[in-house]
């Protein structure tokens, strides 16, 4: 593959592998360096709508927080694509971790986004409100970034003009703003001997309400262990599980 000339040059006899797991727009692999060392490259075109940059910053925010998460060793604009060297993070994601009980997994997911949105929200300078997302998803729509074939069951047939009405239709009339990781999946969150390790895949990350998160964890627990698992979720997280806001926020991931 044809990365950076400065990072061919650095690791000359690395093995890299495309990795597969996840729905980031952008290009990941994993760089294991012939010292043993495995550091990750991401890498994605440079264009209006991009993640990259984002994503840098609030790696670097989350590390000023003390909080874990990949260490960015390096970025290049190369050829018209943005590239980021990180750290890897110790462990396996959640989603293909196999020798955890399910209950442990619902457990580490839910005190690992208890333990973020407990970060003061002054703290954070990236605006993630509903005002900004609702923008960003039509400005999707008007690049046409928008996959409809992708869409949830409830949706698929519909335009992605269609599904941007009923968001703005139906949208929450109050926010309970906390910091957010803004893509609150299984695989962006990585275990290590049984404890969670760090925060993976963190672009999106951003002042907005708890059910961006939320909504995207339960989602993602009916997808990879079943329904019956959403509950004992938010009994560990400490909210009554409120669905006209998991259904919103689901809807909202449509545009990213």
């Not at 910053?57 to 003390?66: F, K, P, S, T, Y």
């Not at 208890?114 to 609702?134: M, N």
């Not at 009554?240 to 909202?252: A, F």
Request: proline fraction near 5%; hydrophobic fraction near 40%.
């Amino acid at each position: 593959m044809n990365i950076p000339s400065k990072w061919r040059e650095q690791f000359p006899h690395a093995l890299i592998e495309q990795q597969s797991i996840g729905e980031s727009r952008a290009d990941v692999y994993r760089l294991r360096s012939e010292q043993g060392e495995d550091l990750f490259l991401k890498s994605e075109p440079l264009g209006e709508f991009t993640e990259l940059a984002n994503e840098i910053e609030r790696l670097r925010w989350l590390r000023q927080q003390g909080l874990p998460a990949p260490i960015v060793l390096d970025e290049v604009i190369d050829q018209d694509r943005h590239w980021l060297l990180m750290s890897a993070m110790p462990g396996q994601d959640l989603a293909t971790i196999d020798d955890l009980p399910v209950a442990h997994i619902i457990e580490i997911l839910a005190n690992a986004l208890r333990t973020l949105h407990q970060v003061p929200t002054v703290l954070c300078p990236f605006d993630h409100s509903l005002e900004v997302r609702i923008a960003t998803a039509r400005g999707h729509v008007n690049a046409g970034l928008v996959d409809e074939t992708d869409f949830d069951d409830e949706r698929l047939g519909q335009s992605a003009e269609q599904v941007l009405d009923e968001l703005v239709s139906t949208r929450p009339t109050t926010q309970d703003l906390v910091v957010t990781h803004g893509d609150a999946c299984l695989p962006n969150f990585m275990t290590a001997d049984g404890r969670f390790s760090g925060f993976i895949d963190c672009g999106r990350l951003g002042v907005s309400d708890r059910y961006q998160d939320l909504a995207l964890a339960a989602r993602s627990i009916t997808q990879n262990f079943g329904q019956a698992w959403v509950a004992p979720f938010f009994e560990c997280y400490g909210v009554e599980p409120d669905e006209q806001r998991i259904g919103y926020y689901c809807l909202l991931d449509e545009f990213y």
